[in-house]
């Protein structure tokens, strides 16, 4: 009589090395694989040697990981330094709404076409209740707020200069506002995006005319916030200028 001869299962393994996973934490991501927002895991492993089936000798630790909980591909930590869409909307309706916020505090706010043009510009970013009044009133505490915009500062490598509602718009704090906005921002916008934030500053400052030299300064801080260099921001700043608003 002849036996039948038994397949060896597929989960059983003769000889190699199994890792044994352990979540250790857990989050919200975006996960490269799946092209959107997801939540993870973060797991951390041990390897063994496996000798049929059976977990033996220790070889070491693995990872940390990330793992999608969608569609458990396992990535490396530094996936998490991603912003998820929702966090990179945020991000950038902040960045436009700072940005609109320093050019109306460098060249003032008593021109109507000034005020819509920032309220047109922040509204487009995602603030859909933002009014001319709010605007106004945001400006008018920054220069009541001497700490966050003192006098004697200015923005780096520019003089400081008085904008027009008679208080200095080149304060340090401000700049640095700039800088905290936008910085975090410019890794994850393509050259077209970091441009466009640029563009939409220039469009506020040249609504009543044109350039003063404390909008100047701060488009050229904006402009290096965003990691676009000197020569690209002027002559972004140049063709701005030259186009029919």
Known sequence: MKHAQGRP????????????WRTVGDGEFFCPG???????????????????GLPLLPRGPVGPVVECTACRERYPMDVLDHPTTTRFSAMLRDAVH???LAVLAA???EARTVRRAAVGAVRAAGFADCSEEQLVTLIEALAADTGRLPGPGRFPAGPAVSGRDGFDPCGTALAIELHEALE?????????????I???????????????PAEREVLATVGRALMICPEDTDRLLAAAARTPS
């Open 9 to 20: 299962s597929p989960d059983r393994c003769v000889l190699g090395v199994r890792t044994v």
């Open 184 to 196: 975090p921002l410019a890794p994850h916008l393509a050259p077209a995006g970091r441009e466009s």
């Open 98 to 100: 700072t940005v609109a």
């Open 198 to 212: 640029l563009l939409q500053g220039a469009r506020i400052a040249l609504a009543d005319g044109p350039y003063r």
């Open 107 to 109: 060249g003032g706010t």
């Open 34 to 52: 799946c092209g959107g927002d997801r939540n993870y895991h973060r797991r951390t492993g041990r390897r063994r040697l496996v000798v049929l």
